[in-house]
């Protein structure tokens, strides 16, 4: 099915398709997929509360940190990071590999909505792709 589509449509076209569904889907605010480097391979903004350089440099930020944590053998390795702010938005920040990379998907999320069913979805749905191409 995904061969199908990606050889009627660009890349990066099937993916922002799934990743507009998906946001509706969760009413997320924001949806950003950065590659291992903070730059930007998708930028869906919804109302613009954190912008993409504003999730980049947390995606750099945290990436530090959790670069850090993992390199202790005491700890399980860390693949997600989840801010909550004063408004009670979440920013939730999940490392994976994908499209042939380390990839951070970051999320804005509104007051009282879930989020990590539509995160997995996403991060599935790029793992197939990968494995399609």
């Known amino acids: 099915m995904i061969k199908k589509k990606i050889s009627n449509g660009s890349f990066q076209q099937i993916i922002e398709e799934e990743f507009v569904k ?3 889907l969760g009413n997320f605010e924001s949806v950003y997929l950065f590659s291992d480097e903070g730059l930007p391979i998708i930028e869906l903004c919804g109302r ?10 947390m995606v750099l ?3 530090g940190i959790l ?4 390199e202790e053998d005491t700890q399980p390795g860390v693949k ?4 909550y702010m004063e408004d009670r938005r979440k920013v939730d ?3 994976f590999r994908a499209l042939g990379q ?3 998907l970051a999320l804005v999320v509104p007051p009282g909505k879930s989020y990590r069913s539509h995160a997995n979805r ?3 749905f790029l793992s197939r792709i990968e494995a399609d191409v």
């Open 102 to 104: 380390q990839v951070a």
């Open 80 to 83: 997600e990071v989840l801010f």
């Open 48 to 57: 613009g509360v954190i912008t993409g350089d504003d999730a980049s440099q």
């Open 93 to 95: 920040i999940r490392y």
């Open 22 to 24: 998906v946001m509706n």
């Open 67 to 70: 670069e850090t944590l993992n």
């Open 122 to 124: 996403m991060i599935r």
């Open 61 to 63: 930020q945290t990436k």
